[in-house]
Nanobody, 126 residues
Framework: QVQLVESGGGLVQAGGSLRLSCAASRLTFNNYAMGWFRQAPGKEREFVAALSRSGGTTGYADSVKARFTISRDNAKNTVYLQMNSLKPEDTAVYYC???????????????????WGQGTQVTVSS
């Protein structure tokens, strides 16, 4: 079955950076729009960033705009989330998600994705 495996989480001080990776397998990766979501303790899962199949269109939550960048490498079946200027409120489990898309430049910001990874913990200390 389809697998999405996140990596790159960890503990970082406020103001620092991390890059998350999500490796996809058992799917035709360039047919899928991808997204990143996060869930902090006691809170609901929330949208972070989204990327179209082509990689040409992105979407971000207001809370991460200008700090986070989503990208993909279709040759490696991998989507990335570069996180800069991290804040303690960015602490959460981060999940990548995939959704088969008929449209090359559409992004999806709701949690209607079909496939989800197991999550990777990001902790930002103050």
């Amino acid at each position: 079955q389809v697998q999405l495996v996140e990596s790159g989480g960890g503990l970082v001080q406020a103001g620092g950076s991390l890059r998350l990776s999500c490796a996809a397998s058992r799917l035709t990766f360039n047919n899928y729009a991808m997204g990143w979501f996060r869930q902090a303790p006691g809170k609901e899962r929330e949208f972070v960033a989204a990327l179209s199949r082509s990689g040409g269109t992105t979407g971000y939550a207001d809370s991460v705009k200008a700090r986070f960048t989503i990208s993909r490498d279709n040759a490696k079946n991998t989507v990335y989330l570069q996180m800069n200027s991290l804040k303690p409120e960015d602490t959460a489990v981060y999940y990548c998600a995939g959704k088969l898309s008929l449209y090359s430049d559409r992004v999806y910001t709701s949690d209607s994705y079909v496939y989800w990874g197991q999550g990777t913990q990001v902790t930002v200390s103050s």
